[in-house]
């Protein structure tokens, strides 16, 4: 079992920028894709961004790139997500998740693990 823990989200002014941690338990985090996820109010989650077990690989949605970028530490077992530019619009409870296979990730039901959400509130 691998317990996911966000962490840095806060409120911040449009066009702020916030970085986001998300800390995993146990031994094989190295080979686990991850991704980060948002639900906005009143909106189904979506997709963000995902990363490859070795970094090597990352994907973004449309609406981020350019100002998002995720990386991880493996010798930390920790995902990044640094938000720049950050628009109103990007308020929302953020998730990270891990997926056992490796290979880069952009559906929910692709991953098997979640944590608790980070809320992240960006004022016009």
């Known amino acids: 079992q691998v317990q996911l823990v966000e962490s840095g989200g806060g409120l911040v002014q449009a066009g702020g920028s916030l970085r986001l941690s998300c800390a995993a338990s146990g031994r094989t985090f190295s080979s686990y894709a991850m991704g980060w996820f948002r639900q906005a109010p009143g909106k189904e989650r979506e997709f963000v961004t995902a990363?490859?077990?070795?970094?090597?690989?990352?994907h973004y949605a449309d609406s981020v790139k350019g100002r998002f970028t995720i990386s991880r530490d493996n010798a930390k077992n920790t995902v990044y997500l640094q938000m720049n530019s950050l628009k109103p619009e990007d308020t929302a409870v953020y998730y990270c998740?891990?997926?056992?296979?490796?290979?880069?990730?952009?559906?929910?039901?692709?991953?098997?693990?979640w944590g608790q959400g980070t809320q992240v509130t960006v004022a016009s």
């Open positions: 998740a891990a997926s056992r296979v490796g290979a880069l990730k952009m559906y929910q039901f692709e991953y098997d693990y």
């Open positions: 990363i490859s077990w070795s970094g090597g690989n990352t």
